[in-house]
């Protein structure tokens, strides 16, 4: 016979399985809702640093063409002093280009056309060049005639070859009774020098991916100009920042993305572990008192 008022051994065994399964899945429960709120705040932090760290290599960017651009101002005064006439050009260039380690070369384009160039060397190609009428690279050489202000062209191929570059051209006027147009003068700026001066690399010894890119203004299309090894990103952040007449963007993201999937992994163990202990206990507990 069983003690009067006793639970029978069935009704008893499932009323302790049950509460200790309750107590397995409140506790995986609570667990993963924890565990989901950890890894956000910890990939906000990560998105945080990784911004900050955008921020700073544009910046640098910026410094370093806001630089190199200012040669053109140097030209210019030279050209607006003679009332047009190009004086000592190699020697005052050849002098200037020492100051402007990122630059690869200074130009002066009388009329538009590209006549005077410092190095000469490996730039021969680019002599006679019509900045005005040529039709694929003339669009930031009509603006600034047209504002009287440096734009910034590129980046593209060099006519002349050598790379990547992007260049400065800052309309010259003559300070006579009409202001007249006289031509260009030119800046070449090396994106490998300019990214190299700005020191962009340590992105990738900080454990970022990045690329540097911008909106094509022909095609409205991505043009990504420079970038980093170690295979395409995911889901970078992304920091604009102004250049002369348009605007560059940094996408940057963790060579080893933003989740830490081993992390997850053992906090998920960690929880289920957890789970299992406590609903072992509950059972020993529930299993003495009756």
């Known amino acids: 016979m069983t003690q009067q ?10 009323r302790i399985k049950l509460l200790t399964s309750f107590v397995f899945l409140a506790v995986v429960a609570l667990g993963g809702t924890l565990s989901v709120n950890a890894d956000r705040t910890r990939t906000a932090h990560l998105q945080a640093e990784a911004r900050v760290a955008a921020a700073h290599y544009a910046q640098r960017i910026i410094v370093h063409m806001d630089r190199s651009l200012s040669a053109t101002y140097v ?30 070369s ?17 730039n021969e190609k680019a ?4 900045l005005l009428r040529d039709e694929q690279r003339n669009k930031e050489a009509i603006a600034a005639k047209n504002t009287g202000k440096l734009t ?6 060099l006519i002349q070859g ?21 031509g260009f003068s030119t800046v070449v700026i090396r994106v490998a020098g300019l990214l190299e001066g700005a020191r962009i690399s340590e992105l990738s010894d900080e454990g970022y991916r990045f690329e ?5 203004p022909d095609t409205g299309e991505r043009h990504v100009f420079a970038t980093s090894t170690g295979g395409a990103m995911l889901t970078p952040i992304v920091y ?36 299992a202990l406590l609903a072992w206990m509950a059972r020993m507990a529930l299993a003495g008192s009756q």
């Not at 060579?255 to 163990?269: D, L, M, V």
């Open 5 to 14: 008022g006793a639970d029978p051994p069935g009704p008893r065994q499932r």
């Open 75 to 104: 030209l210019a005064a030279m050209v607006r002093v003679t009332k047009g006439r190009v004086v000592n050009f190699d020697s005052v260039a050849g002098s200037t280009l020492r100051f402007y380690p990122d630059v690869s």
């Open 106 to 122: 200074l130009q002066l384009a009388p009329r538009g056309i590209v006549t005077y160039i410092v190095p000469m060397a490996g």
């Open 127 to 130: 002599v006679g060049h019509d």
């Open 152 to 157: 910034l062209a590129g980046p593209f191929e």
């Open 162 to 182: 050598g790379g990547i570059a992007v260049i400065g051209r800052l309309p010259i006027f003559i300070p006579d009774t009409s202001d007249r147009f006289w």
């Open 212 to 216: 540097l890119w911008r909106i094509h």
């Open 240 to 275: 604009s920042f102004p250049v002369p007449n348009g605007k560059w963007y940094l996408s940057v993201e963790p060579k080893t993305g933003w989740i830490s999937w081993s992390w997850i992994a053992f906090e998920a163990a960690s929880t289920l572990a957890a789970g």
